[in-house]
């Protein structure tokens, strides 16, 4: 359901350029129900589940992705982007469990730390235990906050 | 011309960043820290041009109220999170794919990633 009224509006917003006619709206229909039939086949049942529409939930997501979500991004694209220059890395796998439970939390934290630069999340094991590619590492065995900061504890209250 | 001074400036840093991910394309030794280099700066430099057209086509909304300007704007609103939600998945995929057919990180202090699928290995064998 979550898929499917995202994919219509998306649609709709897409092809929207000053009026609405019905053929975009079947059209816009049509597409959605496609998407829900791939998205369904393809993802683990309950994942899209609607617990995932509540606005407390969506108010925290928003908080953290213009808060230390943005402000992490710009200090680390600046230490990337020193490193560049500079070319002093000291790269590295590293593994830490962030102890998240679900899917959802996990591609949460796991796009956020890819997103940031001179992080990568290489692989995620069945148990969730993250393994991350770092571009300067200070220790073989780094604290999560190391690696990725408050990310962590932001995801586990909005995801779990 | 403030405005097209203010989104002068964040086109140029946009594209600061991304010559900087050009440039990390060359120095840099293997493919996870090339990786770094080409998918971070590319996207911190793109989302200074998204930040560019925002301003651009909100501001020329507000001061003309044509409809083009607002579909701009809402375009690249869909652009960016499209974006913000398809780089990282693409560059994990990309990773993965990378560390699973036996591409080693070059220098490397420490591959816990290597250490764990011997161990799997062990087992199983």
């Not at chain 1, 500079?86 to 796998?93: A, L, Y």
């Not at chain 1, 899917?103 to 890819?114: C, E, F, K, W």
Request: net charge positive; hydrophobic share 50%.
């Amino acid at each position: 359901m979550f898929v499917f009224v995202m994919s219509f509006f998306v649609y709709l917003l897409l092809s929207w350029s000053g009026s609405m006619s019905v053929q975009e709206v079947t059209i816009a229909f049509f597409l959605s129900v496609a998407v829900v039939l791939v998205a369904s086949s393809s993802s683990r049942p309950g994942f899209w589940s609607l617990t995932k529409l509540d606005p407390r939930r969506w108010w925290l997501f928003l908080r953290y992705v213009f808060g230390p979500f943005a402000v992490g991004l710009a200090q680390a694209n600046w230490d990337v982007a020193k490193r560049v220059i500079t070319g002093e890395i000291n790269p590295g796998i590293v593994k830490f469990d962030p102890g998240l439970k679900t899917d959802m939390g996990r591609m949460m934290l796991a796009n956020s730390i890819t997103l940031t630069p001179g992080t990568l999340t290489v692989d995620i094991d069945d148990n969730g235990v993250f393994y991350i590619h770092a571009i300067n590492l200070t220790s073989s065995t780094p604290t999560e906050q190391d690696i990725c900061g408050s990310f962590g504890q932001w995801t586990r209250r909005i995801a779990g | 011309m403030i405005l097209g001074l203010f989104v002068g400036l964040l086109l140029l840093v946009s594209l600061f960043f991304n010559c900087l991910g050009v440039v990390s394309l060359y120095r840099f030794p293997d493919v996870y820290t090339r990786m770094h280099g080409a998918t971070k700066c590319s996207t911190f430099g793109t989302l200074f041009s998204v930040f560019g057209l925002l301003l651009y086509s909100f501001v020329r909304f507000m001061a003309e109220g044509e409809r083009r300007f607002l579909v701009l704007f809402i375009h690249v609103v869909i652009g960016g999170v499209v974006l913000l939600i398809s780089n990282p998945a693409g560059a994990h995929a990309l990773a993965r794919a990378a560390h699973r057919s036996g591409i080693l990180p070059e220098p490397a202090v420490v591959d816990a990633l290597e250490e764990a699928d011997k161990s799997k290995k062990e087992v199983a064998a």
